[in-house]
């Protein structure tokens, strides 16, 4: 029977119509080999289908369960969905997840303690895709597959050096556009965050003189400037000097978020020392090197630059490995896409020069987005697809939403004797269930396979 993704109206026939009526027969799943409702402990899952009929299964790394299958209503965003699928794999040792809203249909697979996605099509184009489907999660193949995974291991093995290797570079990250107001403090913070949950060893740098992000990380303790201890040595002495700051000394380390990350500061300061900085040949050159030093210290380098074409946002573009660029997707914002690709030819004309490659573009990542659901469905649809027609960069598939949580967790104070100074947490740490801290989860995933981190 074919299936017509028009004809789904709600969650419950997306499982009927889509589920059982064609995916499960399609892929060679008889009734005796899946279980719809299946509760397992605290868990409940739509269905959960075998490639071998083991009963009882046990949850162990022999475990036959193989596909979880979860479907939503049409009206439901994927992305959100995501964390809670990911605890399932993980939890039970199952391979693939499916998951649907009728309208499309995305396969994960387990990797570790994390899940990647290895398939995506539309519902519409699901007849097309059956066999590659097929070929992933179809009974047969996931029967064979048993017998590859062991061969796999076996040349795993052989190539563990290597990824080891690999995946132990220190990535570095900018995070820039040159318009103001984006969502980029909270980008980097917030990202910071999930990115240190994940088990990354994380350093912040904050070049910007609005020091919003040495805010944002609670290391302002005081409120009179008179009791300013940042301001002896922040990010300025790192770059003022060869020999002396490094980033170990300077780094300190900030409790926003738990497990703790370090932050090297910025101060007010920069603004008016940028002419004696610049002034400097080594100024562009000197925190390249610096990071150098602690590349066996960190597994992510985040750097928050100024909202402008100055000189500190010229220093983070050229130490970077990667660039990405926060944008509201408003017509200024996008107009100002222009300057940074013209900012980031520039840098690159350096970069050669250094013999360091081209920085890698990971993409526009959609911040301060509305959730007004008419604005999502035609609007926001509308801008990404001009940033990638017009300006010829891509956007990423993550989209960071304006919401009440991002300004109350920024926003936490504490009193220190008769002083109230504050003290801000990452919305993850803030509120882990919430739909923010589940945005910032699924951005850190994709910046940790887009940089090669898994």
């Keep these: 029977m074919p299936f017509n993704p028009e004809l789904c109206r709600n969650e419950s026939e997306v499982e009927s119509k889509l589920i059982v009526q064609y995916l499960l027969p399609q892929l060679g799943y008889t009734p005796e080999t899946w279980h719809q409702e299946v509760a397992v402990g605290s868990i409940r899952l739509d269905f959960l289908a075998f490639a071998a009929q083991v009963i009882p299964f046990v949850l162990d790394a022999n475990s036959p369960l193989s596909v979880v299958m979860e479907a939503k209503s049409p009206k439901q965003n994927l992305n959100n969905h995501i964390p809670k699928l990911r605890h399932y794999l993980t939890s039970l040792n199952v391979r693939y997840g499916l998951l649907t809203n009728g309208k499309e249909i995305r396969i994960y697979e387990k990797f570790k303690n994390d899940v990647q996605l290895v398939f995506q099509c539309s519902g519409k184009d699901v007849e097309e895709k059956i066999d590659t489907i097929t070929v992933l999660i179809g009974r047969d193949s996931l029967k064979e597959s048993q017998v590859i995974d062991s061969l796999k291991e076996q040349v795993s093995e ?51 003189s609005q020091a919003n992000t040495t805010f944002a990380t609670g290391l302002v303790k005081f409120d009179d400037e008179e009791f300013d201890d940042i301001k002896d040595s922040n990010i300025f002495h790192v770059l003022q000097s060869e020999d002396f700051y490094p980033i170990s000394d300077v780094a300190r380390k900030s409790n926003f978020s738990d497990p703790e990350i370090n932050v090297v500061p910025a101060h007010i300061d920069l603004m008016k020392n940028e002419t004696d900085l610049n002034a400097l040949d080594y100024s562009r050159l000197i925190l390249i090197d610096k990071l150098e030093e602690v590349g066996d210290n960190y597994d992510v380098v985040l750097i928050d630059t100024p909202p402008s074409l100055n000189l500190y946002a010229r220093i983070a573009l050229i130490a970077a490995d990667y660039l990405i660029i926060p944008s509201d997707l408003k017509p200024f914002a996008n107009q100002g896409l222009t300057n940074v690709k013209e900012f980031v030819k520039a840098v690159n004309g350096f970069r050669k020069q250094i013999k360091k490659p081209p920085i890698e573009i990971v993409g526009v990542l959609a911040c301060k987005i509305s959730t007004n659901a008419r604005f999502i469905q035609s609007t926001l649809k509308n801008r990404i697809e001009k940033i990638t027609q017009r300006y010829d960069i891509n956007v990423m598939d993550t989209v960071i939403y304006e919401r009440d949580d991002l300004a109350k967790c920024a926003e936490k104070t504490l009193m220190i004797g008769d002083i109230e100074v504050a003290d801000p947490v990452s919305v993850i740490d803030f509120k882990p269930d919430s739909t923010a801290a589940q945005e910032f989860e699924l951005l850190a995933t994709e910046v940790l396979q887009k940089t090669g981190l898994i």
Aim: aromatic fraction near 4%; charge should be positive; charged fraction near 25%.
């Design 158 to 208: 052989a190539n563990s050096n290597f990824e080891i290797e690999r995946q132990d570079s220190m990535k570095i990250i900018a995070v820039y556009h040159n318009k103001g107001g984006v969502g980029k403090t909270t980008t980097v913070v917030n990202l910071a965050a999930a990115l240190r949950k994940k088990g990354k060893r994380v350093l912040v740098i904050d070049l910007d």
